[in-house]
């Protein structure tokens, strides 16, 4: 299983970013413990941050036919980018995704996301976990076809 996972704007800024939203883990910290678990269950991880949108709309088409699944955290792009959206679905790869904060407990901005409807799963408010928890969906939807 070939598993993308995605970073929006910002998250470079984790441990030093606002840590009693996102915690004092940096990115990369969390970055080497997914892959740590990716390679616990056999899984191909990848990683990609980029503050730029178009960066991040390249990165997502070269996904094409090339990985299994994407976990994305769009950071401020959840609330804005319809071109991402568009990037998603255009390579048509079943994605989850992530937020560290749980959004909806936060300014009605963020409340709104242009991703979640086509999302095959949504994970907020759990911190660094979430992106445990969607690898592990992805995991399991690859072996139950669910
Ligand atoms: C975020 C939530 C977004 O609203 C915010 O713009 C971020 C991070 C999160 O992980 O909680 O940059 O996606």
Known sequence: ???LV???PNLNMLGKREPEKYGTQ????IMSELTNTANSLNVELTHFQSNGEQALIERIHNAWQAVDCIIIN???FTHTSVALRDALLSVDIPFYEVHLSNVHA???FRHHSYFS???QGVICGL???GYHAALNAAVNRSQNAI
């Open 1 to 3: 299983l070939k598993i």
């Open 6 to 8: 995605v970073n929006g």
């Open 26 to 29: 940096t990115l990369s910290e």
């Open 74 to 76: 769009p950071a401020a």
């Open 106 to 108: 936060r300014e009605a």
């Open 117 to 119: 409807d086509v999302a």
């Open 127 to 129: 911190g660094a976990m």
